[in-house]
């Protein structure tokens, strides 16, 4: 079992910058994949980025490369979405998840566990 607790979101003029956190307890965090996903108000939850549990390999949505780094340390548990030159549509609820597997990264099945979110809103 994983615990997760996002954190870090807040309001935003666009084109700043924001960092979360998600804080993870429980079972060996070093060895799950994280994800960041994010749900707009009417949308679907949608993939944002992921790494591997060594953290050799990242994976990113095409509209935020370039703007969005995902980190991680495993000696204090926590990975990060470090979100620069945010913009409007970039509002969301932001979630991380954990899962066993590196395959299917983007998709929500894979990941067995959740945070339970942090608003992030970018005013134009």
């Known amino acids: 079992q994983v615990q997760l607790v996002e954190s870090g979101g807040g309001l935003v003029q666009a084109g700043g910058s924001l960092r979360l956190s998600c804080a993870a307890s429980?079972?060996?965090?070093?060895?799950?994949?994280m994800g960041w996903f994010r749900q707009a108000p009417g949308k679907e939850r949608e993939f944002v980025a992921a790494?591997?549990?060594?953290?050799?390999?990242?994976d990113y949505k095409e509209s935020v490369k370039g703007r969005f780094t995902i980190s991680r340390d495993n000696a204090k548990n926590t990975v990060y979405l470090q979100m620069n030159s945010l913009k409007p549509e970039d509002t969301a609820v932001y979630y991380c998840?954990?899962?066993?597997?590196?395959?299917?990264?983007?998709?929500?099945?894979?990941?067995?566990?959740w945070g339970q979110g942090t608003q992030v809103t970018v005013s134009s």
């Open positions: 998840a954990a899962s066993h597997y590196w395959s299917g990264h983007t998709n929500s099945q894979p990941y067995s566990y």
């Open positions: 429980g079972q060996i965090f070093s060895s799950y994949t």
């Open positions: 790494m591997t549990y060594i953290g050799g390999s990242t």
